[in-house]
């Protein structure tokens, strides 16, 4: 059991040390005390105001809390550009809910589903399912409609794309949440194993997204989100075809938004990616305690919810779940002995605890 973990300790610190709500006034108290040290004698008790004096005469906290609010400034002012950046630096007018059609893979169960019945109670106009498994528990909802597909069949991709457009109409929102991983090492994978990892993660959101992109061009409106992984950027061992496949994913995505700008002029379609940390999903079932230092498992529904969140916002993105795990694409530009000695620290993580 992990007693600790990153998280532990970045969202506290991120929270007081990072958070300008609370170092600006504090900065403001301090200098104030500098200048004038009976500034609080009206509004403070003695022992609290000689403990302001204290900290702003007789320590560097002034100054400690000025780099701090340097460098808060710097990462909301970052973040902003970011999300223009995510957004093609194109604003846009955000349309009805009940007018928007969403198309979403691996909806009958796991994530998908909570994804599904979440959209579903927002009012989406449609909400289309698509998973080679019915769902059991989308009855209640009428807007909630299923299509049998097989994302392993380029063949059965297009014709069901084809009855979508035809029976329910273009979709402006594409959501690829299906996927699947075995967990084997290089050697012990099957062609088909590995061709099953790649076809659901990383070939079936390629052909579904040409199937629907060319009327979000013509309408220059649309969002595809991808549910990649934090395996986009950290591959341990036994989860090679997996974790490839992830790296793959977001590829896709980055690809994607760049075509949209510059090939078609389409800055007004969003692409989003959501990076979760592993999930206790059937998926995971198989393996050992997958909690670590850089993160417990997630529930369900920490996913889903981020993922119905930014759905509703309407803009584009990169979202990490939980969301202090952002640092985790940095191992892609750290010196390699900074990246190995993370990745060395997962060996135990992938640990298969049945047959398959």
């Known amino acids: 059991m992990v007693l600790l973990t990153y998280s532990d300790i970045a969202t506290p610190i991120r929270a007081t040390a990072f958070n300008p709500v609370l170092t600006a006034p504090l900065l403001f108290i301090l200098k104030g005390l500098q200048q004038n040290p009976s500034f609080l004698s009206s ?79 927002q009012e989406y106009k449609k909400i289309v399912n698509l998973d080679i498994n019915p769902p059991t528990d989308h009855a209640e909802f009428e807007n909630i409609v299923f299509y049998k597909i097989d994302l392993m069949d380029p063949a059965s991709i297009s014709e069901v794309s084809t009855k979508i457009k035809e029976e329910v109409g273009n979709p402006s929102i594409l959501l690829h949440v299906a996927g699947t991983g075995i967990g084997k090492t290089i050697l012990n994978s099957t062609p088909e194993s590995v061709r099953l990892t790649f076809g659901v993660n990383t070939i079936a959101p390629f052909l579904l997204t040409k199937e629907f992109l060319p009327n979000m061009i013509k309408e220059n409106y649309g969002h595809v989100l991808v549910l990649a992984s934090l395996a986009s ?8 075809d997996y974790c490839a496949s992830k790296a793959a994913a977001l590829s896709f995505a980055e690809g994607l938004r760049q ?27 198989v393996f050992g305690n997958m909690d670590h230092f850089y993160g417990r498992q997630l529930v369900p529904e920490q996913i889903s919810d981020k993922v119905i969140e930014h ?46």
């Open 43 to 121: 509004v403070l008790p003695l022992p609290v105001q000689k403990f302001f004096l204290n900290l702003a005469c007789g320590t560097s906290a002034p100054k400690i809390l000025k780099i701090l609010l340097i460098l808060s400034g710097i990462n909301y002012a970052s973040k902003y550009l970011s999300q223009r950046a995510l957004n093609n630096n194109f604003l846009r007018k955000q349309r009805d809910r009940r007018d928007e059609i969403v198309v979403i893979t691996g909806g009958s169960g796991g994530i998908g589903s909570l994804i599904i019945k979440g959209l579903a109670k």
């Open 233 to 240: 950027f950290f591959t341990p061992a036994q989860m090679t």
């Open 259 to 285: 075509e949209v700008k510059h090939r078609y002029k389409a800055p007004g379609i969003r692409v989003s990616t959501v990076h979760p940390n592993w999930a206790k999903t059937p998926l995971t079932s």
């Open 311 to 356: 759905v509703i916002s309407g803009n584009g993105g990169q979202v990490f779940v939980p969301e202090d795990m952002a640092g985790s694409s940095l191992l892609r530009g750290v010196p390699s002995w900074i990246g190995e000695l993370a990745r060395d620290n997962s060996k135990d993580m992938i640990i298969v605890n049945k047959d398959f």
